[in-house]
């Protein structure tokens, strides 16, 4: 039997309500042991889905008064007992509810602990566990939108389908190798090649959509890169509205990386707006280049920006390889100038080119477009099933790679044993995604991520 863990689920912070929450087989009796109904009705003889006024009592001492909330096994978010009290939301009077709490028979949750017992009682699968999390962390409404989805079992239900495929062969290869003696039916080879090409399909759409679908829900790590005075922090004042980066004429200015998070169109940017890459003896200025270039590496999305009444010189090509297997955008900038810049020399390296004028707030709109399309958020559909979680995305790939030896196997007349250890293969990397096989320390990571009370 589970202990009965207990926290105060509610922010670290001040509010007007604060709740703490407790879980396990003796939750409903330790909650009667410090609340004092003004009825005198124990918690124990309410039926579940009851909510009551009183008193949390440290013995004879009054701690706050509370609403009680009493939801009883298996009908909870956590699938076992669970009483949540409703109090002042300051933060001395929580912490003195929980420590009643604490001294009469829980113990503290640990991070996540109330969804783990939530998955680890069948309430969810590891995916919709995954996206409490994402519900949490979201800042956005596509965000929070594809988030639901998932604790809906928008992939679940999809990874499940295709598992049916698999299982469905996987058993009958089974028992055809298993007892060949039988008069079992033949495994149409043909048809069974049709559904793993499709189910391939189907996760490798998955595969695919991962960026898009983490540039919505997590926002996307952006360098706003090139070299000194073209308008870099004058572009990103223009996206924050607000005049964060120091704006100079003289070249370097830009020392240290500034950071800001803005949102454009449906995704959030974390932009860091950088030192001029370039060359440079002045010893606090190369660190600054140093971490630009550190920061190129780890984006997800680069904007190159270039001065157009300039031409381009040879820290612009520099530049621009640094690009060129990156998710990138060319911002021509000082468009308000004659301009003397030749975008044909900059194709090859970037995916898109946008004319602005940063100074004069001009361009916005079509740097937002270029955004969407380049990170493919345009069209992307909060409603379908999605992967949400590098864990997720890892186990697709396995499957496909399995799948992938599979159709190899079939489509070569290999023996049905090398088909059926693939398709075994792929199941075993499904199952784990959705946590109905999986390792006690894959569960612990996961979990790991949340905070105390979730
Ligand atoms: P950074 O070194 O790349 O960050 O460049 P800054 O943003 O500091 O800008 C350098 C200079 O270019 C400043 O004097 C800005 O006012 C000017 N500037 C920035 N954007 C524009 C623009 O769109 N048009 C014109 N004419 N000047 C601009």
């Not at 009705?41 to 706050?64: C, F, H, N, P, T």
């Not at 974390?270 to 280049?289: F, H, K, W, Y």
């Not at 190129?296 to 270039?306: A, E, K, M, P, W």
């Not at 381009?312 to 690009?323: F, I, M, P, S, V």
Request: overall charge negative.
């Amino acid at each position: 039997m589970q202990d009965t863990i207990a926290a105060i689920a509610t922010p670290n912070a001040v509010g007007g309500i604060g709740i703490v929450r407790i879980s396990g087989s003796r939750a409903i009796e330790i909650a009667d042991r410090v609340f004092k109904s003004k009825n005198n009705l124990l918690l124990s003889e309410l039926e579940g889905y009851r909510a009551v006024y009183g008193m949390i009592m440290d013995k004879q001492l009054a701690v706050d008064e509370a609403i009680a909330l009493v939801f009883k096994a298996p009908k909870s978010y956590t699938g076992e007992n669970v009483v949540e009290f409703s109090c002042h939301g300051g933060l001395f009077v929580m912490q003195r509810v929980l420590r009643v709490v604490l001294e009469n028979g829980a113990r503290s949750a640990l991070p996540g602990e109330f969804t783990k017992r939530a998955f680890l009682n069948g309430r969810l699968d590891l995916t919709e566990a995954e996206s409490v999390m994402n519900i949490i962390s979201a800042h956005g409404e596509q965000a929070s939108m594809a988030a639901l989805n998932a604790l809906d079992g928008a992939l679940s239900k999809k990874i499940n389908k295709i598992l049916d495929v698999f299982l469905s062969a996987a058993a009958h290869m089974s028992v055809w190798v298993d007892y060949p003696d039988e008069d079992i039916e033949e495994l149409d080879f043909s048809s069974l090649l049709i559904d793993y090409k499709n189910a391939r399909n189907e996760l490798e759409k998955l595969l695919l959509e991962f960026d898009a679908g983490q540039a919505i829900t997590q926002g996307v790590e952006t360098a706003i890169v090139g070299r000194p005075n073209v308008g870099k922090s004058t572009l990103m004042n223009m996206l924050i509205g607000t005049k964060r980066s120091i704006v100079t004429s003289y070249a370097g200015t830009t020392r240290d990386i500034i950071e800001e998070t803005v949102r454009i169109g449906n995704v959030v940017l974390r932009l860091a707006d950088t030192a001029g890459i370039r060359n440079s003896d002045d010893p606090v200025e190369s660190i600054g280049i140093e971490m630009a270039k550190e920061k190129l590496n780890r984006s997800g999305l680069v904007i190159c920006v270039f001065d157009a009444s300039e031409k381009l010189n040879n820290e612009d090509y520099k530049l621009l390889e640094l690009c060129r297997n990156k998710k990138s955008i060319a911002v021509i900038n000082k468009t308000d100038l004659p301009i003397v810049f030749d975008e044909q020399e900059i194709k090859n390296y970037v995916g898109h080119i946008v004319y602005i004028s940063a100074v004069n707030l001009q361009g916005y709109d079509d740097l937002k477009n270029a955004i969407e399309n380049t990170l493919g958020t345009q069209e992307f559909d909060t409603s379908a099933a999605m992967l949400a979680t590098e864990r997720q995305r890892d186990c697709c790939k396995r499957a496909i790679e399995c799948v992938d030896e599979a159709i190899f196997a079939i489509e070569s007349g290999l023996t049905m044993d090398a088909i059926n250890v693939s398709t075994d293969g792929a199941i075993e990397s499904l199952l784990e995604m959705t946590g109905k096989k999986v390792s006690d320390a894959v569960v612990d990571k996961v979990f790991e991520r949340f905070c105390v009370g979730k």
